[in-house]
């Protein structure tokens, strides 16, 4: 169990390293392991889902780290379960009811609030607590996902305040029993890695970033820029250095049984050096600077690919060194396919005031459906760099930005490039709040089925996790890094003719631990951010990260 005192060590650590400009040489002489990575692995295909923590979906997962650690047989709390504290620190009695019920307004069967309220502080199944079945198809509200709150709920590594500084009462607490699902079968029949955190705190935009870059995108200036009013506001020691929490509001309720927390602001933004570089640095959900984003064009008939720069949440074009950057480099091909992303285009060239019918497009309750499918700007992470600008680099936006059809047919006729990353759109990413577990755990899967039908698959690594908790509870700490990560522990599976099958794999792994397979594979150089990862988990103690080869038999 880590102290704060420890957790908040991470302060110390400086970001300065992610955002270098430089990343650190390949290995020049490789061992025999990396040897037959590149001998028999042609192809890494990295399938990115939304918003579950591990103990949500894979919580019965067996031989897994799981709910049973916490839960005796009967549902009983054990001893090595930490209760969920109200703000004061005291303990709950019961948990609070669901701040505007359980399922999304229309979704049937209707949770309410009123129907929520009394549950015991412990962990529950979903399906069966409130008196009616929900099954996985239902549509459960959204949780805060943040980045400041989700390192408060953390609590030092006890997640013991998750109810105290979530948005949505007792169901961070919820899960689903998932031993049924399509996904879970290809879990048993592969690689389940059961302490795999995501690589930031924190929310999708941040995490997709992570994914990619290993950093927290730069807002220069912002104190200066239309993003002023996004930069958050956070307690300070004695000493009056930024502390990783949210100033908390006056009017705040002052117990969770009362209401979800105010705070003063939660922006966007960090204030100004508290990575200690002098930056500004974005961890919540800012736009591109490219269509398809969440920002209209300033001028659809003279720029209708460029968002309104003045908008506050629109980020400048991003500079530093992508995983992308560092495979162009050496002539590895690579391409990021996204579901409904020829379409999203299109959408987003439309004047400002016109309806978007696939960016953020959902039903009138907020439900994604195939005729509104919630296509998300904000996990699209290549967008957001100076690299893919449609005007300067077209060419290179062609060939890396694609559409997740262009994914199926690369699959079909074994002209997938050696690093492919895909992203569902909202109807299939499993996002509480729009989408289902059942939807997307059906669209994945099949996809995973195509992907085994390629003639490459047989040189080929599948991994299926995703880019954060979603707000909802895991009773895994995780393990104590830098001041941007790691976060809460999230599903991974690898899928793989070389997976060693049927396992749990219980090594150290985060998001970053993708670029490290990567980066081993085709012999990159590190991108600066995965160094100082590891480095921050060697000075709290604990190993560096996996970069996934141990769930793989390549001898």
Aim: charged letters at 15%; glycine letters at 10%.
């Amino acid at each position: 169990m880590k102290t704060p005192t420890l957790f908040l060590l991470r302060s110390a650590l400086s970001l300065a390293a992610l955002t270098a400009l430089h990343a650190h040489a390949a290995p020049a002489n490789p061992d025999a392991l990396t040897t037959a990575l590149r001998e028999k692995v042609q192809n890494i295909v990295v399938i990115y889902a939304e918003n579950r923590a591990f103990d949500n979906l894979y919580g019965r997962f067996p031989g897994a780290d799981g709910l049973a650690t916490v839960l005796d047989a009967q549902g009983r709390p054990t001893a090595a379960y930490a209760p969920q504290r109200d703000r004061d620190g005291s303990l709950l009695a019961t948990l609070p009811p669901t701040w505007g019920g359980v399922t999304m307004p229309g979704v049937l069967p209707a949770v309410t609030q009123a129907q929520s309220a009394g549950l015991p502080n412990r962990p529950f199944d979903i399906g069966q607590a409130f008196g009616t079945r929900l099954g996985m198809d239902t549509v459960t509200r959204d949780l805060y996902h943040r980045f400041f709150e989700n390192q408060m709920q953390i609590d030092g590594g006890r997640n013991d305040g998750f109810v105290a500084w979530g948005d949505s009462g007792g169901l961070v607490m919820g899960h689903f029993d998932t031993g049924e699902t399509a996904m879970t079968a290809l879990a048993r029949e592969n690689v389940l890695a059961d302490h795999f955190f995501q690589g930031a705190f924190g929310g999708s935009f941040l995490n997709h970033q992570y994914l990619i870059c290993a950093c927290a995108p730069e807002y220069p200036n912002a104190d200066t820029a239309p993003a002023k009013p996004s930069v958050a506001e956070l307690e300070r020691d004695a000493q009056g250095g930024y502390l990783p929490r949210l100033a908390v509001s006056a009017k705040s309720p002052a117990s969770a049984m009362d209401g979800r927390p105010i705070f003063v602001h939660s922006g966007n933004l960090t204030p100004k050096n508290y990575f200690g570089d002098g930056s500004f640095r974005a961890v919540n959900t800012m736009q591109p600077a490219w269509q398809p984003s969440g920002n209209p064009p300033a001028d659809a008939a003279q720029a209708p690919m460029a968002a309104n720069p003045a908008k506050p949440t629109t980020l400048p074009p991003q500079t530093t060194p992508t995983i992308g950057d560092l495979l162009s480099a050496k002539g590895i091909g690579w391409a990021w396919y996204a579901g409904a992303w020829a379409e999203a285009v299109a959408d987003g060239q439309q004047p400002a005031g016109a309806p978007r019918r696939v960016i953020y497009a959902s039903d009138k309750t907020g439900v994604t459906s195939p005729a509104a499918v919630g296509f998300q700007p904000h996990h699209q992470p290549f967008n957001y760099y100076a690299a893919m600008d449609p005007l300067r680099h077209p060419e290179a936006r062609a060939a890396h930005l694609q559409d997740g059809r262009d994914l199926l047919r690369a699959a079909a006729a074994g002209s997938l490039p050696p690093v492919a990353f895909y992203k569902p759109e909202g109807l299939y990413n499993q996002h509480p709040g729009y989408a289902s577990v059942a939807d997307g755990d059906r669209q994945i899967a099949a996809l995973v089925r195509r992907l085994q039908a390629s003639p490459q698959w047989k040189q080929m690594v599948i991994v299926v996790t995703y880019d954060e908790n979603g707000g909802q509870w895991d009773h895994v700490a995780p393990p104590v890094g830098d001041k941007l990560g790691p976060g809460t522990r999230i599903p991974a599976i690898v899928i793989s003719p070389f997976a060693k099958k049927g396992t749990v794999d219980p090594t150290p792994y985060d998001t970053g631990s993708v670029l490290r397979l990567i980066t081993r594979r085709f012999g990159l150089p590190t991108l600066a951010g995965l160094h100082t990862r590891d480095e921050a988990l060697k000075v709290h103690g604990q190993p560096a990260m996996g970069d996934l080869t141990a769930a793989l038999k390549l001898d």
